[in-house]
């Protein structure tokens, strides 16, 4: 059983940064996947970024490649995504999403925060 809080959201600037955290409560010693996915309003949630247990694979989707970057301290058990440049189109809830396997889509996934807003103003 895994439990993920997020933290970091807010209201910025296009062109401004943030970064997103992601804290793990792990029930029992297991290594696991982690993922971000965002939904915007009227939308259906979408992949945004994962990476592996190890941190030696990362995924991003096209929208935010070159812009966002995530990375993970496992020994705090923690996952960040760093945000630059940021658009109006990034303004949605993002949420930390778990799983013994690394994947893109958001069924793959048993293991999910409650999210946090991220709005990015024009």
């Known amino acids: 059983q895994v439990q993920l809080v997020e933290s970091g959201g807010g209201l910025v600037q296009t062109g401004g940064s943030l970064t997103l955290s992601c804290e793990a409560s792990i029930r029992f010693a297991s290594r696991y996947a982690t993922a971000w996915f965002r939904q915007a309003p009227g939308k259906e949630r979408e992949f945004v970024s994962a990476?592996?247990?190890?941190?030696?694979?990362?995924y991003y989707a096209d929208s935010v490649k070159g812009r966002f970057t995530v990375s993970r301290d496992n020994i705090k058990t923690m996952v960040y995504l760093e945000m630059n440049s940021l658009k109006p189109e990034d303004t949605a809830v993002y949420y930390c999403a778990a799983d013994a396997r690394l994947g893109v889509d958001r069924y793959e996934y048993d293991f999910w925060g409650q999210g946090t807003q991220v709005t990015v103003s024009s």
């Open positions: 990476i592996t247990w190890s941190g030696l694979r990362k």
